[in-house]
């Protein structure tokens, strides 16, 4: 099994910055993917940004130009940069790991960390 270890979150001002890591490990199997989901009260859990199957990057809409991902150790380090917090981005934020076997994809969830952003 996968064993997500999240760590960055905490308060901060609109406007102000965080970075969020996490590490995986436990698993000889191969990681294809890494990245960022987030959950915010009575909403539905939504990606944020993350590293694909073929080692490029997807990113929110709402996230782009402010936050940006990136990887150590290949892919069992992530880090989620987050500039120019906005109130609106206060949730728990989750690290996934994925991985394809035989065509089959499965994902690994982090016990979600907050992060809360104040006006």
């Known amino acids: 099994q996968v064993q997500l270890v999240e760590s960055g979150g905490g308060l901060v001002q609109a406007g102000g910055s965080l970075r969020l890591s996490c590490a995986a490990s436990?698993?000889?199997?191969?990681?294809?993917?890494m990245g960022w989901y987030r959950q915010a009260s009575g909403k539905q859990r939504e990606l944020v940004a993350t590293?694909?199957?073929?080692?490029?990057?997807l990113y929110a809409d709402s996230v782009k130009g402010r936050f940006t991902i990136s990887r150590e150790n290949g892919k069992n380090t992530v880090y989620l940069q987050m500039n120019s917090l906005k109130p609106e981005n206060t949730a728990a934020y989750y690290c996934?790991?994925?991985?394809?076997?035989?065509?089959?994809?499965?994902?690994?969830w982090g016990k979600g960390i907050p992060v809360t952003v104040s006006s």
């Open positions: 436990g698993s000889a199997f191969s990681i294809n993917g």
């Open positions: 996934n790991v994925f991985r394809y076997f035989l065509g089959r994809r499965t994902d690994y």
């Open positions: 590293f694909t199957r073929s080692g490029g990057t």
